[in-house]
């Protein structure tokens, strides 16, 4: 493991791997399909970001007090599990529609109640891809508030669907709204509504 090409380059972990279910391989197929005519679009997704907007967030928001030997180890949340055991999911965005599909797999250690999801980490499935559909529409924003109606246990290991949509826009403030299913689309697992702001550029965070 030493030497796995992780360390040396960045492996994208929104494509399948030996952990993901068949429900969670059926439904990245369909999708991908839909990417064909470029309606939708998978979004790639690393452990350490280095894109344009990442430099950006550094540069204009960033104290560089809060970079020290620590903090340089930084890496994403979600994608800091081993293959399977964590948060397993790939995202696909339609920009038209201003609406983004999250696929996910929620492993064995996100357990809460013995048999189900911790329900923080269904907050942190629901924002992390809520936050994405406000950061495509607004670029650097942060996660003001997030509402979270959990309607029926997410069973631990199980594939579901979040759709997540940007309805409104006032000024710097983006309201995003996010249901979770089940794969059949009989279940309605919990509804929420989200409030992202875009980070002033006057402002640095402190
Ligand atoms: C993240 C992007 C970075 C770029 C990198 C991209 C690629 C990376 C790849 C993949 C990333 C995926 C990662 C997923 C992560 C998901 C995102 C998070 O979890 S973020 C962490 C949790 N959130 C916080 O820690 C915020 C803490 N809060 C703050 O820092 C401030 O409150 C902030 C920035 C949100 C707003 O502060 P102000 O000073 O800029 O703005 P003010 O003037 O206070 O508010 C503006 C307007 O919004 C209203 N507002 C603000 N907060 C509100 C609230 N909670 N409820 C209702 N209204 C609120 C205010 O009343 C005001 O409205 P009026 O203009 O007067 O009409």
């Known amino acids: 493991r030493l030497f796995s090409s992780e360390k040396l380059t960045q492996r994208?972990?929104?494509?399948?791997?030996?952990?993901?279910s068949k429900?969670?391989?059926?439904?990245?197929?369909?999708?991908?399909?839909?990417c064909e005519d470029s309606s939708w679009k998978r979004l790639p997704s690393y452990k350490c970001e280095s894109s344009q907007r990442v430099q950006d967030f550094k540069t204009h928001f960033l104290d560089p007090k809060f970079m020290n030997e620590q903090t340089v180890h930084g890496q994403l949340f979600t994608r800091s599990f081993e293959d399977g055991l964590g948060?397993?999911?790939?995202?696909?965005c339609?920009?038209?529609?201003?609406?983004?599909?999250c696929l996910f797999q929620g492993g064995p250690y996100l357990q809460g109640v013995p048999g189900f999801l911790h329900g923080g980490a269904i907050a942190t499935i629901i924002d992390a891809t809520?936050?994405?559909?406000?950061?495509?529409?607004?670029?650097?924003?942060?996660?003001?508030?997030?509402?979270?109606?959990?309607k029926r246990p997410i069973?631990?290991?199980?594939?579901?669907?979040?759709?997540?949509?940007?309805?409104?826009?006032?000024?710097?403030?983006?309201?995003?709204?996010?249901?979770?299913?089940?794969?059949?689309?009989k279940t309605l697992y919990?509804?929420?509504?989200?409030?992202?702001?875009?980070?002033?550029?006057?402002?640095?965070l402190k």
């Open 12 to 20: 994208d972990h929104s494509l399948p791997n030996p952990s993901w």
């Open 23 to 34: 429900d969670l391989r059926l439904l990245f197929d369909q999708f991908m399909k839909k």
């Open 87 to 92: 948060f397993e999911y790939a995202m696909f």
């Open 94 to 101: 339609n920009d038209a529609e201003k609406r983004i599909v």
């Open 130 to 150: 809520t936050g994405m559909t406000a950061l495509l529409a607004g670029g650097i924003v942060m996660t003001a508030n997030l509402n979270i109606n959990f």
């Open 155 to 185: 069973p631990l290991c199980s594939t579901v669907v979040l759709n997540s949509q940007l309805d409104k826009v006032e000024g710097r403030k983006f309201f995003v709204s996010c249901n979770i299913h089940s794969v059949d689309g």
């Open 190 to 204: 919990s509804e929420t509504t989200g409030l992202f702001i875009k980070l002033d550029p006057d402002k640095r």
